[in-house]
């Protein structure tokens, strides 16, 4: 009886891959010195789960910025507009500046559209293809990544994204005809895939996994002609390693699995986590015969600790299904902190049902183990083999429950043209100007007030001090705006260490880590907080701010707080409870601070749902009932508010073309969407389901250190108003500002309020 995972955190104990890659953007470090940073940290990782007794270890799962740009990159797979960005440079450096470059953008080129992976946190840059995409096998990062852990004593398992998923990720690009599909390169890229699998085979790999989780999705199951047609293609590969077709986030059917069996792949790995009907799934199709299943029953996108006894009979079912079965984490590790040792100031009543990176791949060897012959893993003690056990009554608060008993489903406002009716009467409405500018919400986070933070926290400086601080920065971002010209401005948030920590660290029910860092895209890493019990708002959480940043200035200056759902997606939440009735629980927390900030004078007040869309269900099948108490939770929290407050939201990285009913029934007054990397498309789709609330479609990528030109934004504008009336348009960024520096963000802003200027100008005229 073998164990694996399936990945694991590849940004170091200490986020050292977020340092060096930042050092090299800054040109602090060369490119040898990155790789060499690359190598420890992949080693490191390796040695860490050989120690803990894992069989069999992937390599090729590690990545500077993302695994599908690697992908996009390996098979050349390079939009032209790349093919200059790295004149001047040679070898290794050259190669760097190209794939940054496809990441985070050059000078005037912009760079690869960035979503999310599936319904995860994690962004990946999307691929764009078109017919004269001439895919070739143009790297070497697995074979040499295989090579390097064989040159220390390890085997490992090279870890790919699968042709399928990968196809079906990518979009088509500008210069592909209508109707063209990315999957008609198949054939093409499957000689790719081929050649890499004869070079591994040849190097002396035993295993190689792709990754297909695009079969959970509807895309991935209308294309099971092709998958099959994949797989039997790479199965006639001679002197191949053996080939793990490794499925996760969901059910994949019955099917899926049928034609996989139909070809010569080796194994097939299942998540039992996400989706425990995949044991159906296996029993419709009599098993897998003598294919290995790599069964995924440790979760690896959430924290809390696998219920052994549970896991142990979920695997003890499956041992007449398959020929072997190899004890597995549901998907990569990647979306959890590494260590839970490193957590020493959680309360010890959570931290006993917790588990991270390291802990899983412990609870893995134990199940291996136990399930092998009852043998103990090590360090693990009485702990490891309880079951679940039932939430602590100092997890409940009655009186929560009791407040959403009472309140019911009562969570309407008035209709939109009644509100609008109200405030064209009102002179209190904060009515703003046509294409009124504005921004997402933070500023950029400099050194002097991550320092004053910092101090704050470590007791170095005292409430009044830190208070003073972050005071004189709202008067400077403030004054800055109004220097800008922007119309509705904001206070920069400051005080704010992350959009989801900033308000899990004053609700009651959530717990924040201090080292649990996860990758969200690239260097970017957040400390998701973890969900535990009953929410509530103990006292007003945003308000001294806001109303501090309003007495500055007489321009209108807007709330800013995080949604219900984007709240619970963004954290490790509790599992022992319904997901509706969760965010219910946090949307009644965040009904009381709306109502504070209106009684406080504050006219428009953003409720940020980012991740709306990144929630949805990946099944259709699925999404209805979703999409309903999403939407419920937002308006349950929005909608005590009279009818000259403005209700604004936010939305980024992530298709939002399946959701334009649900953005409409959110009932915002203006939604702001990211829109610069996706070329306006939610835009088109909105104007199309006959949306007539204000958009905000980003008018520039806040995730490039580029600084658009005017004309640039200008015809971004003009383009969002050939499907959104002038009336209802509103011009910022794409994000928050908080990762970009002054230097950049400055000329931006006042390049986008020009733009705006120029084309108000031109409707003016007409």
């Not at 009886?1 to 891959?17: F, W």
């Not at 440079?89 to 999310?116: C, H, I, N, S």
């Not at 099944?619 to 939407?631: F, S």
């Not at 400055?746 to 005229?765: F, H, K, S």
Request: hydrophobic share 45%.
């Amino acid at each position: 009886m073998t164990t694996t995972v399936l990945g694991y955190p590849r940004i170091g104990a200490d986020r050292e891959l977020k340092r060096a890659t930042e050092s090299f953007w800054a040109g602090g470090i060369d490119a040898p010195a990155l790789d060499a940073v690359g190598a420890r940290l992949r080693r490191t990782v390796w040695e860490a789960l050989r120690d803990a007794g894992i069989a069999h270890i992937p390599s090729n799962t590690f990545s500077y910025y993302d695994h599908v740009l690697d992908t996009a990159v390996l098979f050349d797979a390079v939009p032209p507009r790349f093919a200059g960005v790295a004149a001047g440079r040679d070898g290794r450096e050259a190669e760097l500046a190209r794939y940054f470059a496809m990441a985070r953008g050059a000078d005037d080129v912009p760079p690869l559209e960035m979503t999310k992976w599936f319904d995860t946190n994690y962004h990946y840059l999307v691929p764009e293809l078109s017919p004269a995409t001439r895919p070739r096998l143009a790297g070497r990062k697995p074979l040499s990544e295989y090579c390097q852990a064989r040159g220390l004593g390890m085997e490992t398992r090279p870890v790919l994204v699968g042709p399928l998923t990968f196809l079906l990720l990518a979009k088509p690009a500008a210069d592909a005809p209508p109707g063209w599909r990315p999957l008609e390169l198949l054939d093409d890229l499957l000689a790719c895939y081929a050649a890499l699998l004869d070079e591994l085979g040849a190097a002396g790999a035993g295993w190689v996994q792709l990754d297909e989780p695009i079969l959970a999705t509807d895309a991935g199951r209308a294309a099971l002609p092709e998958l099959e047609r994949a797989y039997a293609r790479l199965g006639r590969v001679a002197g191949r390693p053996r080939l793990l077709v490794q499925t996760y986030f969901g059910s994949i059917g019955p099917d899926a699995v049928a034609a996989l069996k139909r070809t010569a792949v080796e194994a097939i790995g299942l998540d039992l986590v996400t989706a425990p009907d995949s044991l159906r799934d296996l029993a419709a199709v009599s098993g897998l015969g003598e294919r290995t299943l790599v069964a995924g029953v440790v979760d690896g996108r959430n924290v809390w600790r696998t219920d052994v006894p549970a896991a142990l009979s979920t695997l003890t079912s499956l041992l007449g299904l398959a020929g072997e079965v190899v004890v597995s984490t549901s998907c990569s590790l990647l979306h959890v902190p590494i260590d839970l040792d490193a957590e020493t100031g959680l309360d010890p009543a959570l931290r006993e049902r917790l588990a991270f990176a390291r802990q899983k791949a412990d609870e893995v060897v134990l199940l291996g183990r136990r399930l092998a012959g009852g043998e103990q893993a090590p360090g693990a003690g009485a702990g490891w083999t309880r079951a679940a056990a039932p939430v602590p009554a100092s997890f409940v608060d009655q009186r929560v429950r009791a407040r959403l008993d009472a309140l019911g489903d009562a969570a309407e406002r008035v209709d939109h043209e009644q509100r609008s009716a109200a405030r064209a009467g009102s002179a209190a409405s904060a009515a703003p100007p046509l294409l009124p500018t504005t921004t997402i919400g933070s500023f950029p986070q400099t050194d002097e007030v991550r320092a004053a933070r910092a101090a704050h926290r470590a007791g170095g400086i005292d409430r009044t001090e830190y208070e003073r601080r972050m005071r004189a920065e709202i008067d400077r971002v403030i004054a800055l705006q109004e220097d800008i010209g922007l119309d509705v401005l904001v206070h920069g948030e400051p005080e704010r260490n992350d959009m989801v920590q900033y308000f899990a660290e004053q609700l009651a029910g959530y717990a924040s880590t201090r080292h649990g860092w996860v990758q969200s895209y690239g260097s970017r890493c957040v400390r998701p907080p973890i969900l535990f019990g009953d929410v509530s708002r103990p006292e007003p959480m945003t308000v001294e701010w806001t109303t501090y940043a309003q007495s500055r200035t007489a321009r209108p200056v807007k709330g800013m707080l995080t949604g219900p759902v984007t709240m619970l997606a963004w954290s490790f939440v509790r599992d022992d409870q319904p997901p509706a009735e969760t965010a219910r629980q946090v949307a009644l927390a965040l009904r009381d601070e709306v109502a504070d900030l209106e009684r406080a004078g504050i006219r428009h007040i953003q409720v940020d749902e980012a991740a709306l869309r990144e929630s949805l269900p990946l099944r259709e099948e699925d999404r209805a009932d979703y999409l309903t108490w999403a939407v419920g939770a937002f308006r349950l929290a929005t909608s005590g508010v009279g009818t000259t407050t403005w209700i604004h939201s936010h939305m980024c990285y992530s298709e939002f073309g399946r959701i334009v009913g649900a953005i409409d029934a959110l009932d915002a007054d203006v939604t702001s969407v990211e829109a610069a990397r996706s070329h306006m498309e939610l835009v088109e789709d909105l104007a199309a389901a006959g949306y007539r609330r204000g958009i905000g479609p980003g008018v520039y990528d806040i995730h490039s250190p580029r600084v658009p030109s005017v004309a640039e934004i200008e015809a971004s504008l003009r383009a969002a108003l050939r499907a959104v009336r002038s009336d209802r348009l509103w011009v910022n960024p794409d994000c928050g500002l908080k990762t970009r520096g002054y230097a950049e963000v400055e000329p931006a802003l006042r390049n986008m309020v020009e733009a705006a200027r120029r084309v108000r100008a031109d409707l003016a005229a007409d």
